[in-house]
Nanobody, 122 residues
């Protein structure tokens, strides 16, 4: 059974920092790309950071220089370090996993999804 479980969300002040984590199970973690997709109310779910199985990392322009994605192959987990968040970053953040994905932030490329964790920047 595939599971992705996000944690670490909460309330953070603008300019602060927050670290999201996503623990996974039920699939071959080393063969999958992992990504984070925030979704604000009334808006599309759009990728902001991804790391594929050979370590290629991609960021959306909106978060470059502020967010850092990393993965732990031992723990089968992926993290998103959010530094200097802005109120516009407020959203539910979903973790996703996709096979045969290289450097993609496209929602359609990802197969498995977590339930999301709420991040509020205020």
């Amino acid at each position: 059974q595939v599971q992705l479980v996000e944690s670490g969300g909460g309330l953070v002040e603008p300019g602060g920092s927050l670290r999201l984590s996503c623990t996974t199970s039920g699939f071959a973690f080393g063969n999958f790309a992992l990504a984070w997709f925030p979704q604000a109310p009334g808006k599309e779910r759009e990728g902001v950071a991804s790391v594929d199985n050979i370590g290629i990392i991609r960021y959306a322009d909106s978060v470059k220089g502020r967010f850092t994605i990393s993965k732990d192959d031992f723990e089968n987990a992926v993290h998103l370090q959010m530094d200097s968040p802005k109120p516009d970053d407020t959203a539910t953040y979903y973790c996703a996993a996709g096979s045969w994905v290289v450097g993609s932030l496209r929602r359609a490329d990802y197969d498995y999804w977590g339930q999301g964790t709420q991040v509020t920047v205020s």
